[in-house]
């Protein structure tokens, strides 16, 4: 079928890479896309599914505990959406596998959505997620980003945190706050230079069983909902097919693996037994 599909066989179209791509294909659904269009002259979409559900969940770890990462080095990754949608606030944190040596990740979320958005929401999903515990209520018709703020404010000091990924776009007063406090505040613009590299980095730590994802439901929904915009030059982008298909928590960890990357963790912060220093944090 590759022959059939390639006249310059052997020529132009080199058999090795052909096979190659198409193994690539059969696991990795972002990149099937550039394989059914370069070798099988099929017109497609230009986004396609990210994740193999099936090997993302894979990653579930209903056994972690964030109490077990006091102290140790993380960062957190914050998507505030607009003031009747969902937040995020994602902590990831990192240990050496003690046989192979090599870096796991360990990801917990949690989600804010106003009171008024929950009641009113067509997704049965968020109520029961809410009385579960898996996403918190703030209260009245937006998001009260000052409780955001406080939860925040309260946790950065009980872990060695080396940066708190933001997107300025919606959090301009609230980043002001947690950097004059002394939080190590960084901007992440939501741009295809920001979350491609760490959007594929993300995807491959998934698929080797390195990334160890906290079980939350709606962590694992928003996974879901994200679609691969591929580009001629094959960056990615995160997207959703609809609207009411929220991807904040899966963004927010993007962003974190943006830093993971930027700061490159596994050399430079790789020591999980360093002491903690905030110096002069300040807990409003």
């Known amino acids: 079928a590759l022959r059939k599909a390639n006249p310059n066989w052997g020529v ?3 058999p090795d890479a052909a096979i190659s791509a198409q193994n690539s294909a059969k696991i990795n659904t972002s990149a099937q896309k550039n394989f059914l269009t370069k070798y099988l002259d099929i017109w497609v979409n230009s986004d396609s599914a990210w994740l193999d559900m099936e090997r993302y969940r894979r990653c579930i770890d209903r056994e972690i505990k964030r109490a077990d990462f006091a102290g140790q080095y993380a960062i957190f990754g914050i998507d505030l959406a607009s003031k009747i949608d969902i937040s995020a606030i994602i902590r990831v944190f990192w240990r050496p596998d003690p046989d192979t040596g090599e870096m796991h990740y360990y990801v917990f979320a949690d989600y804010y959505l106003p009171e008024a ?4 929401s067509d997704n049965p999903q968020y109520d029961g997620w ?5 996403i918190h209520a703030t209260g009245g018709e937006v998001t009260d980003l000052a409780a955001l703020e406080a939860e925040l404010m309260a946790e950065i000091p009980q872990y060695q945190t080396i940066s708190v990924a933001y997107d300025p776009m919606q959090a301009t007063q609230l980043s002001q706050n947690l950097l004059q406090a002394g939080a190590p505040m960084t901007e992440v613009p939501q741009t295809l230079k920001n979350l491609s590299e ?5 995807q ?3 698929y080797a069983g390195r990334m160890h ?6 962590t694992h929904w928003m996974m879901s909902n994200v679609v691969c915009h591929t580009d001629a030059k094959e960056n990615i982008y995160p997207r959703k097919e609809k609207k009411d298909n929220k991807i904040d928590g899966a963004v927010a960890l993007i962003m974190a693996v943006n830093q993971i990357i930027l700061l490159d963790v596994e050399n430079n912060y790789n020591d999980t037994a360093a002491p903690v220093d905030w110096g002069k944090f300040i807990i409003a």
């Open 12 to 14: 132009s179209v080199q």
């Open 117 to 120: 958005a929950i009641n009113g």
């Open 130 to 134: 809410r009385r579960a515990g898996f």
């Open 198 to 202: 760490p959007m594929k980095l993300l």
């Open 204 to 206: 491959a730590l998934i």
């Open 213 to 218: 994802i906290e079980d939350n439901p709606a």
